[in-house]
């Protein structure tokens, strides 16, 4: 079982920057392909981003405002993000899977984290 806490969420002004973190207290953690997700309230969840190895992928709706990356030694995958608008209001969820590649479909990822609330006010 694969255990994941997110952290970093909070009430940021629009055009603001936060940096959200998920720690995966697990030795194998960098065999695992990571990816965020969010969902706004009355709306489903969807994709944010994905990280495997050095390579990552982004929604079209926040590329090139948000970037993934991670730290092995730390267990830790981070979600910066940029320029937020109030749209990127949701909670946000970062999730794992042993599955190669870059996966965008929340249904390829196994173990999920409780998500971290993000507000952005206009």
């Known amino acids: 079982q694969v255990q994941l806490v997110e952290s970093g969420g909070g009430l940021v002004q629009a055009g603001g920057s936060l940096r959200l973190a998920c720690v995966a207290p697990?030795?194998?953690?960098?065999?695992?392909?990571m990816g965020w997700f969010r969902q706004a309230p009355g709306k489903e969840r969807e994709f944010v981003g994905c990280i495997t190895g050095g390579d990552t992928y982004y929604a079209l709706s926040v590329k090139g405002r948000f970037a993934i990356s991670r730290d092995n030694a730390k267990n830790t995958v981070y979600l910066q993000m940029n320029s937020l608008k109030p749209g990127d209001t949701a909670v946000y969820y970062c999730a794992a899977t042993l599955f190669a590649g870059l996966h965008t479909t929340a249904q390829n990822y196994a173990y999920w984290g409780r998500g971290t609330q993000v507000t952005v006010s206009s």
């Open positions: 697990r030795r194998t953690f960098s065999s695992y392909a």
